[in-house]
């Protein structure tokens, strides 16, 4: 079997609040009649990212063909999660035309192009890109780099810089294996910021990548799709800092999920959110909550102190409507800190 009757899979990556999610389902809203199917890797027990993309109202766009993998960091768990749940899909009477697989904000794909190459589905599939999306105002704002400037000088000097920074260490590793890099949230930059983010990121890339700035994650499908990587084939050229057979888990992060009791006004559960985020180590808040007197489930989204909210569809008959909120921090980050805000 050759590549051009493999199934194609894009695997978008990008670390926590990048925009993955909402690229992942322009890219759904726009496939004009493509038979997609989407695997989505949660970091946290709410299936929030399987739950949006489910919401998005387009036909053809059924829970059957969004496959969430909630069991931890899909780079981890592939051989338990995600090869049954790629054999499942290539099963089906009428198998998809092309496969996106959205990790978590905390994998390293590499591990997961590497799992292209086992037998089972090696002749059936392949990477056809690898996307990491990038958020421009958390580069901006330093996130993933104590000096950056520094960095580079080491970088320059050393191929194999060691981080202490274990933000720094997920990102790069996602900008080292990517094929495509979606600069994400460029409208939040002004011209001179915008150029220095894009120079950062690119001074990241071991080779030489398309960088595509975006708003909201809206690209066009075409761009996306179809960049024939064979990334599975192409192993070397994606260097990581974790070597094969290396162990790779997330002690340096962790997660948990608190109850939300229904807000008065959106605007008043965002508030609480953007005060819960200001706790030390806190990365990422996101989740559902009811708003009283609003037949409209309400979504929220938190990124350092930067958090947006809409109401995304009405409760179904029957739903609970108990609200939760996944926080994600390094770890240690202040639960209690953290609950006494999100509580009000």
Not at 46 to 68: H, M, P, R
Not at 166 to 172: A, D, G, I, R
Not at 217 to 245: C, K, N, Q, T, Y
Request: with cysteine.
């Amino acid at each position: 079997m050759t590549i051009v009757t493999k199934i194609p899979c894009t695997i978008v990556t990008g670390f926590l609040g990048a925009g993955k999610t909402t690229l992942v389902r322009h890219v759904i809203e726009n496939a004009k009649g493509r038979r997609l199917a989407i695997l989505v890797n949660e970091f946290g027990d709410v299936g929030f990212d399987k739950s949006f993309l489910a919401a998005c109202g387009v036909e053809g766009c059924t829970e059957e063909s969004i496959v969430e993998l909630p069991n931890g960091c899909i780079c981890c768990t592939v051989a338990d999660d995600f090869v049954p749940a790629l054999e499942t899909l290539l099963g089906r009477a009428e198998p998809p035309e092309h496969i996106l697989i959205e990790t978590s904000g905390l994998a390293l794909p590499k591990p997961l192009v590497q799992a292209f190459q086992w037998p089972a589905i090696r002749s059936r599939v392949t990477v056809d890109g690898v996307v990491a999306v990038v958020d421009g105002p958390a580069v901006a704002a330093g996130a993933f780099a104590e000096d950056p400037e520094a960095l580079a000088a080491q970088r320059a000097a050393d191929a194999a810089v060691d981080h202490d920074n274990p933000l720094e260490e997920v990102f790069e590793d996602q900008l080292l294996c990517a094929d495509l890099v979606v600069l994400n949230k460029s409208d939040l930059l002004d011209g001179e910021t915008r150029a220095r983010v894009r120079a950062e990121v690119e001074a990241h890339l071991p080779r030489a990548v398309k960088v595509v700035e975006t708003e909201n994650g809206a690209i066009d499908p075409l761009v996306l799709l179809g960049l024939g990587a064979a990334a599975e084939d192409d192993l070397d050229a994606r260097p990581s800092h974790h070597g094969d057979g290396e162990d790779h888990d997330h002690d340096d992060f962790e997660t948990v999920a608190l109850p939300i009791r229904p807000a008065v006004t959106a605007g008043d559960l965002a508030a609480r959110v953007e005060k819960a985020a200001e706790a030390e180590g806190v990365l990422r808040i996101k989740g559902f909550a009811e708003v009283e007197g609003k037949a409209m489930r309400l979504v929220v989204q938190g990124v350092g102190r930067r958090v947006a909210h809409h109401f995304d569809r009405p409760w179904r008959t029957g739903e609970s409507r108990d609200g939760r909120l996944v926080v994600i921090g390094l770890k240690g980050f202040d639960q209690g800190a953290v609950a006494a805000a999100l509580a009000g």
